[in-house]
């Protein structure tokens, strides 16, 4: 279903791939917007047990992208590092497809509390009241992962 990558060489072990999503902090979700274009949006997020987790409102292009079509991609760069003298750069990319929905009850408030253990881990009650006070307007869309693949320069393999 998914294409293999061309330069095989140039792959990146799948536990790197992973690596490089639990410690990046951001990406760009992609989703098929309004009239057929894409849709590409960057967010946060959270690497949860194979899931992309990310938070917005109720409301808005990325709710209506993804009621549209359930089929989403997200792309992480890791390293992007110019090197004119070689007429090139240094990079680690990794690009996560998948198909994207909204959770609700617990599965939501773990990954509320997951992104505020991230993103702020020295306040824990403060992540708490947060998510009480946000938490019905608050959605939490998930990316389950089908397919997962990175790709690094020459160089860096």
Not at 30 to 42: A, K, N
Not at 131 to 146: G, K, M, N, R, V
Not at 148 to 156: R, T, V
Request: with cysteine; aromatic share 8%.
């Amino acid at each position: 279903m998914f294409r293999e990558m061309r330069r095989k060489n140039q792959l990146l072990p799948a536990e790197e791939s992973i690596s490089i999503l639990e410690k990046a902090s951001s990406g760009v979700l992609s989703l098929l917007g309004d009239e057929g274009y894409p849709y590409g949006v960057p967010l946060s997020y959270v690497y949860l047990e194979g899931r992309l987790l990310f938070h917005g409102a109720t409301v808005g292009h990325k709710i209506d992208a993804l009621r549209r079509c359930e089929k989403a991609s997200f792309c992480v760069i890791d390293r992007d590092e110019v090197k004119p003298e070689l007429r090139s750069t240094w990079y680690r990319s990794v690009i996560a497809f998948g198909k994207v929905s909204l959770l609700e009850g617990e599965e939501k408030r773990r990954a509320l509390e997951a992104i505020g253990a991230k993103y702020s881990p020295q306040d824990p009650e403060g992540c708490r009241k947060e998510i009480e006070e946000s938490f019905d307007h608050t959605a939490i869309i998930c990316l389950e992962i089908e397919h997962l693949s990175g790709k690094a320069a020459k160089a860096l393999v």
